[in-house]
């Protein structure tokens, strides 16, 4: 114990001499000198006391080096998840077919379904990858109907493309891709809303200016009639006041078919264009010159917009011709909002490449005219009901006219 009492008389000793040379005024550099080495002897002391009752030593204070300054943090990556996106879309639909010919009405229930694999790898560079529902690898429709006894349903290649951001404004895509060509109503005078061309297109735009061109095949293998296709539009969108938008262009397509047997189906599927009946082979080129308008505006609130389409297929010696015009009021886009349209159509047989045009009006291809009504009705955000209905009449200028109406009922949720 007096050694322990020693060591803490000695602490005391210790203590009152570094704070006394603060109260009596200035410490020189000879008092600091001695104070060290004074602390260093008494720190000698202690140990060699506690040494003896068996203590393992105090070690000596540590003195806190001053941290080293750090390297800037370099960014990290971006995850995977903000570089690929999944989105997809799910129809359930009820029809009913009623053609004048037809012994009996036609229902069947149908499913659309189709995802996708959106990637980003770069700023200016988008890779997509999608699959969909298929009957008979349909390039015009992406519909697979119910039944054959709960067989399992096809699913095919609906996209794999690129979409190169060249320049501000200009894209430039290839693979099999989602349409570029602008479809004045979003109607289907030329172009099913289902087709993907497959080859190459790109989209410019400059301030109220635009241009879009795809380049497509429609069969790339010389082992088979080959034929690539190729067009495009320019055209102009502006505003005027604070609600209106006016939007209009001219389009030229050329399909060089006169003299080749078809692309998809049998050899007699020619989607009512006209085909020389001994040898099975198109009669005519398919040069499209398109002119479309739309006017976008305002009516209680509402978005709303009438257009035009006009098209002519200059190769052709007679029905050659082909319109369409209508309103759309609307926008079921989120919940609780709603849209109505109503379209008129006349297509003549030989006006555009039936293969592309409306899988649905007059229950495909050309030579038909009529209505089509729709309206639908957002449940939530991501869910809403349809309904589409035709009243059309088909095969007008082969002898054999007749009325054929087709009703859709549909349930869509995307994600």
């Not at 015009?140 to 067989?151: D, E, H, K, R, V």
């Not at 320049?167 to 289907?188: D, E, I, M, S, T």
């Not at 102009?236 to 001219?250: P, R």
């Not at 886009?333 to 039936?354: C, H, I, M, N, R």
Request: proline share 5%; with cysteine; aromatic share 12%.
């Amino acid at each position: 114990m007096g050694r322990i009492a020693s060591a803490m008389a000695l602490g005391l000793c210790a203590g009152l001499a570094l704070t006394a040379p603060v109260a009596l005024g200035a410490v020189t550099d000879d008092q600091v000198q001695k104070l060290i080495e004074r602390i260093e002897a008494q720190d000698q002391r202690i140990a060699e006391l506690e040494k003896a009752l068996g203590k393992p030593p105090t070690p000596a204070p540590a003195v806190a080096a001053s941290p080293a300054p750090s390297a800037p943090a370099k960014p990290a990556p971006a995850a995977w998840a903000d570089k690929v996106t999944l989105q997809g879309d799910l129809r359930y639909r009820y029809e009913n077919i009623d053609q004048e010919t037809a012994a009996s009405d036609r229902n069947r229930q149908r499913i659309r379904a189709r995802a996708a694999i959106i990637a980003k790898p770069q700023d200016n560079l988008e890779v997509g990858f999608g699959l969909a529902t298929t009957e008979n690898n349909d390039p015009i429709s992406a519909n697979q109907t119910l039944g054959n006894g709960g067989s399992r349903k096809d699913i095919s290649l609906e996209l794999a493309y690129f979409n190169w951001t060249a320049l501000p404004g200009l894209n430039v895509v290839g693979g099999k891709f989602k349409n570029v060509l602008y479809r004045p109503g979003k109607h289907a005078l030329l172009w099913d809303g289902d087709w993907n061309p497959e080859g190459f297109g790109a989209t410019y735009t400059n301030g109220p200016f635009f241009a879009n061109a795809i380049g497509t095949w429609l069969e790339s293998d010389s082992n088979s009639t080959e034929e690539f296709t190729f067009g495009g539009q320019i055209g102009a969108s502006t505003t005027v006041g604070e609600a209106v938008k006016l939007t209009g262009g001219v389009g030229y397509f050329n399909f060089n078919t006169a003299g080749k047997d078809t692309f998809y189906g049998s050899d007699t599927a020619f989607a009512d264009n006209s085909f020389d009946p001994l040898t099975n082979l198109y009669l005519f080129d398919y040069q499209e010159l398109e002119v479309f308008a739309e006017v976008g505006f305002k009516v209680a609130g509402l978005p709303a917009s009438v257009f035009a389409d006009y098209v002519k297929n200059t190769d052709a010696e007679e029905f050659d011709t082909g319109w369409a015009a209508g309103i759309v009021l609307g926008a079921a886009k989120s919940k609780g909002t709603w849209e109505a349209s109503y379209a008129y159509q006349e297509l003549d047989p030989d006006a555009v490449f039936g293969a592309l045009t409306d899988s649905d009006f007059g229950g495909g291809g050309t030579d038909n005219k009529g209505h089509v009504l729709r309206g639908a009705y957002a449940l939530t955000d991501k869910w809403n009901l349809a309904f589409s209905y035709f009243i059309n009449t088909i095969d007008q200028n082969t002898g054999t006219e007749q009325d054929y109406d087709r009703l859709q009922l549909d349930m869509n949720l995307k994600y």
